[in-house]
């Protein structure tokens, strides 16, 4: 399963798990999105994908737990899940932050996260080989001033992670770890650093390889770790 399948990293990252031989789980709140990508991945000859719409900002517990269960029905386990989905909210000084866009950001980029792999855990452990990657930042290990909710989540999210990673490094095979995709020619990106030229950027097609690595079995017995998609 990829959150955020329709468009930046999630698309590419859905695209190249197909072209690796993955059934595709695509999650969003844009199905036109979602239906454009398992086209692409009809095209690829790829395995059939499923399409999962659901509003991470308004979902509701029953809506998981549906997602869940149908997750189960049709393929009985889930081996992979990346956390991509993600708000920018507002780049602000803390003492101006709007707090509903502070809660929104908190709720998607973390709450979210949590009640998703909540509800997906059991379909993991039913997996011989599971992998859970979660996206960070650079705001996400280091603070920055401006990036106020998003940085914050996102150091939330590394943490979340380390906890889950050392509650199931001995319970089961689900290997967590977190990944950082640096700059890359994304909407959020624009979003953040509109006088940047987006074509000095590398694209989401060009960074898939670390993701499909540490969703795949070349990452087997790894886990709590952090890692960088490019280098500096």
């Given at each position: 399963?990829?959150?955020?399948?329709?468009?930046?990293?999630?698309?590419?990252?859905?695209?190249?798990?197909?072209?690796?031989?993955?059934?595709?789980?695509?999650?969003?709140?844009?199905?036109?999105?979602?239906?454009?990508?398992?086209?692409?991945?009809?095209?690829?000859?790829g395995p059939e994908a499923s399409i999962v719409p659901l509003d991470l900002?308004?979902?509701?517990?029953?809506?998981?737990?549906?997602?869940?269960?149908?997750?189960?029905?049709?393929?009985?386990?889930?081996?992979?899940?990346?956390?991509?989905?993600?708000?920018?909210?507002?780049?602000?000084?803390?003492?101006?932050?709007?707090?509903?866009?502070?809660?929104?950001?908190?709720?998607?980029?973390?709450?979210a996260e949590f009640v998703l792999t909540r509800q997906l855990l059991p379909?993991?452990?039913?997996?011989?080989?599971?992998?859970?990657?979660?996206?960070?930042?650079?705001?996400?290990?280091?603070?920055?001033?401006?990036?106020?909710?998003?940085?914050?989540?996102?150091?939330?999210?590394?943490?979340?992670?380390?906890?889950?990673?050392?509650?199931?490094?001995?319970?089961?095979?689900?290997?967590?770890?977190?990944?950082?995709?640096?700059?890359?020619?994304?909407?959020?990106?624009?979003?953040?650093?509109?006088?940047?030229?987006?074509?000095?950027?590398?694209?989401?097609?060009?960074?898939?390889?670390?993701?499909?690595?540490?969703?795949?079995?070349?990452?087997?017995?790894?886990?709590?770790?952090?890692?960088?998609?490019?280098?500096?």
């Open positions: 399963m990829v959150t955020g399948a329709g468009s930046g990293i999630g698309r590419a990252v859905s695209l190249a798990l197909a072209q690796a031989g993955a059934e595709v789980i695509l999650l969003g709140r844009t199905v036109r999105k979602l239906e454009g990508v398992h086209a692409e991945i009809q095209k690829l000859g900002e308004r979902a509701l517990a029953a809506e998981y737990e549906s997602v869940a269960a149908a997750i189960e029905k049709r393929y009985g386990r889930l081996d992979g899940l990346l956390h991509n989905a993600a708000l920018l909210g507002t780049l602000t000084p803390i003492e101006q932050y709007d707090v509903p866009t502070f809660m929104r950001v908190m709720h998607v980029n973390l709450t379909l993991l452990r039913g997996s011989p080989d599971a992998a859970l990657l979660f996206t960070s930042s650079g705001v996400g290990n280091r603070g920055r001033a401006y990036w106020g909710a998003y940085s914050i989540s996102k150091f939330a999210v590394e943490g979340f992670a380390q906890v889950l990673a050392h509650e199931l490094e001995n319970t089961s095979s689900v290997r967590v770890n977190v990944i950082d995709p640096g700059k890359v020619r994304t909407l959020m990106r624009r979003q953040a650093y509109p006088s940047e030229a987006p074509e000095s950027l590398p694209t989401p097609e060009s960074l898939t390889a670390p993701y499909l690595a540490l969703l795949g079995p070349a990452s087997r017995g790894v886990t709590g770790g952090r890692f960088r998609a490019q280098a500096d």
